[in-house]
């Protein structure tokens, strides 16, 4: 029986990998990749972008696209570490899976960033993210299915 903890911290995760892809969305809509040029920080000489006009601007949508994926990555380690004895190989094994799948696309993020990769390899940044979305959505709809 799945704990509520465990089922809380998968549905964040869920959640946050959502987000994660959507902003990813944005970030390409809006070309706010090249907005911070530096990776994982914004700029070499501080963590976040300056405050602009806009809550919009281009810095600020890479960054929250990053600080967000970030404490998605933490959740999916999180949500494995607590499905690892779930009788449900979904709940103790895709969390995982889900973790490397969104390493993969920050590794292929970070790579767009630093390297300017080409179109069909920065296309590999979105195949892992929605994996891992598709990943701990099931195992999501696993812990609730446990509950009944």
Do not use: K
């Given at each position: ?9 998968t549905?964040?995760a869920?959640?946050?990998i959502?987000v994660t892809?959507m ?5 390409c809509?809006t ?5 911070c040029p530096?990776w994982p920080?914004c700029?070499a000489d ?9 809550w919009?601007?281009n ?8 600080a967000i994926s970030?404490?998605a990555?933490v959740?999916?380690g999180?949500?494995?570490w607590?499905?690892r004895?779930?009788p449900d ?5 895709l969390p995982?899976?889900a973790?490397g799948?969104a ?6 993020g970070?790579m767009?960033?630093?390297f ?5 390899l920065?296309?590999?940044?979105l195949?892992?993210?929605?994996i891992?979305m598709?990943?701990i959505?099931?195992?999501?709809q ?7």
């Amino acid at each position: 029986m799945p704990t509520s903890t465990q089922r809380r911290v998968t549905r964040w995760a869920t959640l946050l990998i959502i987000v994660t892809v959507m902003l990813g969305g944005a970030v390409c809509a809006t070309d706010s990749s090249s907005a911070c040029p530096a990776w994982p920080v914004c700029y070499a000489d501080r963590v976040g972008p300056a405050m602009q006009a806009g809550w919009l601007e281009n810095p600020i949508i890479e960054f929250v696209h990053r600080a967000i994926s970030f404490a998605a990555l933490v959740l999916l380690g999180v949500a494995g570490w607590l499905g690892r004895r779930s009788p449900d190989a979904r709940v103790r094994v895709l969390p995982w899976v889900a973790l490397g799948c969104a390493i993969g696309s920050a590794v292929f993020g970070m790579m767009i960033i630093l390297f300017t990769l080409p179109l069909g390899l920065g296309l590999l940044d979105l195949a892992f993210a929605l994996i891992a979305m598709a990943l701990i959505t099931v195992s999501d709809q696993a812990l609730r299915g446990e509950r009944r």
